[in-house]
């Protein structure tokens, strides 16, 4: 994953966990796109583990290599539309 840039949909537990275990085993933050609806859980993500933050996530998807799509189930199919059918 040397060089790849990942984007995580959703910024809650599950994201977290993974963000802070990938960090820790080395990789690189800025390497990391966190995206979130609400400003203050982009804020604090920046400020625990320094990676780069979008509340827009089609442009979080075009700019990743790896997307990981890390919201509730309920919340699946609209996301998916919104990254499949733009407006």
């Given at each position: 994953?040397?060089?790849?840039?990942?984007?995580?949909?959703?910024?809650?537990?599950?994201?977290?966990?993974?963000?802070?275990?990938?960090?820790?085993?080395?990789?690189?933050?800025?390497?990391?796109?966190?995206?979130?609806?609400?400003?203050?859980?982009?804020?604090?993500?920046?400020?625990d583990?320094?990676?780069?933050?979008?509340?827009?996530?089609?442009?979080?998807?075009e700019?990743?290599?790896?997307?990981?799509?890390?919201?509730?189930?309920?919340?699946?199919?609209?996301?998916?539309?919104?990254?499949l059918?733009?407006?």
């Amino acid at each position: 994953m040397a060089n790849k840039t990942i984007a995580f949909i959703g910024t809650g537990n599950m994201s977290y966990a993974i963000i802070g275990g990938m960090i820790k085993n080395g990789f690189a933050p800025q390497s990391i796109i966190a995206t979130n609806r609400n400003a203050e859980k982009l804020a604090k993500a920046h400020a625990d583990f320094g990676v780069r933050t979008e509340q827009d996530n089609l442009k979080a998807v075009e700019e990743a290599d790896v997307v990981v799509l890390s919201v509730k189930p309920q919340m699946m199919a609209e996301l998916c539309q919104t990254l499949l059918m733009p407006d």
